[in-house]
């Protein structure tokens, strides 16, 4: 049996359930008596894919600081051409995580291998593959934007010609004879950026990439991103900033306090949660026939009237019968949108599971 200790998204109660692992339990709140479903994770993801498809492996892998565990036992896999999203609150083990994996510090115990290479054994050669963006980006101050790229590119035996065109399209072109140690934090997480994607490396490792950036630079990060991954690379990003992992990521891990809590796509992960989508009905006048015709409508989680807006939980299937049960009581209906379950939700379910 699995205990799992979950907090009711309404009232914010705990409630512990006991299951076996892959069993749905029906939850009912003791305080605010909201409904709900809690399917207990099976521990493997439901992707079908080979396992030489996977270009970043990690197994078991385990990190203690003294005789705290940073990571304890953290196992996933990263496809060839997918953006994987590593979250997590702070303090989950997310940067101790991509340290390990590129043998920045030595793990305990555990498996790396980066395109079928043992990062500790051939750790020279894995970094040939890999652009690395870590969260706290260094250059050397006393050189100018242009001769810290310049460098790196010594350095990964790229092309300087490539450089200033990438400072360019970081938004750094005013600033490329400009000595970095004068760079804001957002124009050094820019030019960080250039540098790990400098010569187009088949493997990207982005630890915070939209850190101190203004909306901006968020979307060009966000958009070089998205054009890596058409290039063909395989892209790990590490973030609590949920809506840009949302936007641009195939899968997601979830991290805290150490432990790997799922892994799977967002869609999958709030089925295994009973995440359902919102509907939101504005009207051109309410009444008391229709807030009693939505709220016998049978399978409707939750109902919220807030003046002339319904707001219905809801499964999908369901939503066409609470529209026809509105308009047969004589409702008129403005607009009907759908909000689908956000990342963020499956976020704080997970990481409000106590282990």
Known sequence: MVKKTLMCPKCKSKIVL??????????????CNTKGMFTFPKGKSDIKTTD??????????TKSFNNFKA????????????IFGFLGPNGAGKTTTIKAMLDLIHSNSGEIKINGLDITKKGKEVKKYVGYLPERVAFYDNLTALQNLNFYAEMKNASKENCKPLIEEFGLGDAIS???GKFS?????????????????????????????????VVLIRNKILEMRDKGSTIFISSHILSEIQAVCDRVGIINKGILVAEDTVSQLSKRLNIKPKLSIELEEMSDAIK?????????DDVQII????????????????????ANAGGNIINVHTTEPSLEEVFMRFTEVEQ
């Not at 030489?52 to 892998?61: A, E, T």
């Not at 009693?292 to 409707?300: L, Q």
């Open 18 to 31: 006991e299951g076996k692992p892959g069993e749905k339990s029906y939850i009912s709140c003791p305080n």
């Open 52 to 61: 030489n498809s996977f270009v970043i492996k990690v197994r078991n892998l």
């Open 71 to 82: 990571v304890d036992n953290v196992s996933f896999n990263v496809g060839n051409g997918e």
């Open 178 to 180: 400009k000595k970095v």
């Open 185 to 217: 934090k957002g124009m050094v997480q820019r030019l960080g950026m250039a540098r790990a994607v400098l010569g187009n490396p088949p493997i990207l490792i982005l630890d915070e990439p939209s850190g101190g950036l203004d909306p901006r630079g």
């Open 292 to 300: 009693e015709a939505v709220k016998k409508v049978d399978g409707i």
């Open 307 to 326: 003046n002339k807006i319904i707001n219905v939980i809801c499964e999908s299937k369901l939503k066409a019968k609470v529209v026809i049960a509105i």
